[in-house]
């Protein structure tokens, strides 16, 4: 007859901790196993059935059972083994780590493993070992922009407060424009490389067709986009556009218009005395991150400009007016949030980081 599992003894706390190591997507797959194990055992299923589930022996079942009974959770966890002793520990750690912030050798701009494993007299896989344990990519860069508005603050919540809680009865636009965008003619496709992979393949040489420039203002309740297409980007073009803007309006009805500083979006006093429901909202200088727009743009030269093979401005035109006419009907508005960008200060050390 086959054996039942005895149950061990076991407390609602361990039980739980057990369950989410059982569930878990991130701990070591024999840890969750072993965890699966246990937890069958709970339940009193037989040990044949448990082992025949995991396609393992019985013995392996009656192990993980008795280590949970007499150690708890902490059974379950590999105990050391016998072996060669750690040649880097926490103190070659410390040293790669106190290594990073010293400048570099003569003629390098930056530290990488190669470097750093001559200086500390190791192996450079030992070096990248730390490295990838701690999280420190030497050649991966992040930019940031700090804006030294005296006003920040208070534009800031100005124009968040517009995207939060917009007025009533009104209508909040972000608008902008994109520059120079280039209609550029190069062969494309896809090649396989010497690893097998199959990649997106560009022609090194490529023709140049002129440029077009893109005036948007997006609907920040729907995310809707109204675009216009120039080949300058004046004062003239703007102001056309924004009359665009205003004509599609209910009358009467306020218009809340986010920019940046850009020159052409300001002095247009005249502009805005014949337009009284109009109001300007600029961002801080240096923070032009602030406007949703850019968001819009960053969308569009992914999936309709990247990697394009455009003959003629034409052709440019077409690929930009096909966009706008895809995406607006599938548009919804974006949810403004603030993005935790951590360790964005120069001061902050690679040492501050990682302790």
């Given at each position: 007859?086959?054996?039942?599992?005895?149950?061990?003894?076991?407390?609602?706390?361990?039980?739980?901790?057990?369950?989410?190591?059982?569930?878990?997507?991130?701990?070591?797959?024999?840890?969750?196993?072993?965890?699966?194990?246990?937890?069958?055992?709970?339940?009193?299923?037989?040990i044949?059935?448990?082992?025949?589930?995991?396609?393992?022996r019985?013995n392996?079942?009656?192990k993980?059972?008795?280590?949970?009974?007499?150690?708890?959770?902490?059974?379950?966890?590999?105990?050391?083994?016998?072996?060669?002793?750690?040649?880097?520990?926490?103190?070659?750690?410390?040293?790669?780590?106190?290594?990073?912030?010293?400048?570099?050798?003569?003629?390098?701009?930056?530290?990488?493993?190669?470097?750093?494993?001559?200086?500390?007299?190791?192996?450079?896989?030992?070096?990248?070992?730390?490295?990838?344990?701690?999280?420190?990519?030497?050649?991966?860069?992040?930019?940031?922009?700090?804006?030294?508005?005296?006003?920040?603050?208070?534009?800031?919540?100005?124009?968040?407060?517009?995207?939060?809680?917009?007025?009533?009865?009104?209508?909040?636009?972000?608008?902008?424009?994109?520059?120079?965008?280039?209609?550029?003619?190069?062969?494309?496709?896809?090649?396989?490389?010497?690893?097998?992979?199959?990649?997106?393949?560009?022609?090194?040489?490529?023709?140049?067709?002129?440029?077009?420039?893109?005036?948007?203002?997006?609907?920040?309740?729907t995310?809707?986009?109204?675009?216009?297409?120039?080949?300058?980007?004046?004062?003239?073009?703007?102001?056309?556009?924004?009359?665009?803007?205003?004509?599609?309006?209910?009358?009467?009805?306020?218009?809340?218009?986010?920019?940046?500083?850009y020159?052409?979006?300001?002095?247009?006093?005249?502009?805005?005395?014949?337009?009284?429901?109009?109001?300007?909202?600029?961002?801080?200088?240096?923070?032009?991150?602030?406007?949703?727009?850019?968001?819009?743009?960053?969308?569009?030269?992914?999936?309709?400009?990247?990697?394009?093979?455009?003959?003629?401005?034409?052709?440019?035109?077409?690929?930009?007016?096909?966009?706008v006419?895809?995406?607006?009907?599938?548009?919804?508005?974006?949810?403004?949030?603030?993005?935790?960008?951590?360790?964005?200060?120069?001061?902050?050390?690679?040492?501050?980081?990682?302790?």
């Amino acid at each position: 007859m086959p054996r039942i599992a005895p149950i061990p003894q076991c407390s609602v706390e361990e039980r739980s901790v057990l369950e989410n190591i059982a569930s878990s997507r991130t701990q070591e797959a024999r840890l969750v196993e072993r965890a699966k194990m246990v937890a069958m055992c709970l339940e009193g299923k037989k040990i044949a059935e448990i082992a025949e589930h995991f396609h393992t022996r019985s013995n392996t079942v009656i192990k993980w059972r008795d280590r949970f009974r007499e150690s708890g959770i902490k059974g379950l966890y590999d105990q050391p083994r016998p072996g060669k002793p750690v040649q880097y520990g926490v103190e070659f750690r410390n040293q790669v780590l106190r290594t990073l912030e010293q400048p570099p050798p003569s003629g390098q701009a930056v530290w990488d493993g190669e470097s750093l494993a001559v200086v500390l007299g190791s192996s450079a896989d030992a070096v990248w070992r730390v490295l990838r344990k701690e999280g420190i990519c030497l050649q991966r860069q992040r930019s940031w922009c700090v804006s030294t508005d005296p006003e920040f603050a208070s534009k800031a919540a100005d124009i968040i407060g517009l995207y939060l809680n917009p007025p009533e009865m009104a209508l909040v636009i972000s608008v902008d424009e994109k520059p120079s965008i280039q209609a550029l003619e190069r062969a494309t496709g896809y090649v396989q490389t010497e690893s097998g992979k199959i990649v997106r393949g560009f022609k090194s040489t490529y023709k140049r067709h002129g440029t077009l420039n893109l005036f948007a203002a997006l609907n920040i309740a729907t995310g809707a986009i109204k675009t216009q297409i120039t080949i300058q980007k004046r004062r003239v073009e703007f102001l056309e556009f924004m009359d665009g803007i205003v004509s599609d309006c209910q009358p009467g009805k306020e218009l809340h218009v986010i920019l940046d500083n850009y020159c052409i979006h300001k002095r247009n006093d005249l502009w805005l005395s014949k337009n009284p429901n109009v109001y300007f909202h600029y961002t801080p200088t240096s923070a032009s991150w602030l406007n949703q727009v850019e968001i819009w743009f960053g969308i569009m030269s992914r999936k309709a400009l990247r990697g394009a093979n455009f003959r003629n401005l034409d052709e440019l035109k077409q690929a930009i007016e096909a966009f706008v006419e895809a995406y607006n009907p599938k548009a919804k508005p974006f949810i403004w949030r603030k993005r935790e960008v951590k360790g964005s200060q120069l001061r902050n050390t690679i040492i501050n980081l990682c302790n």
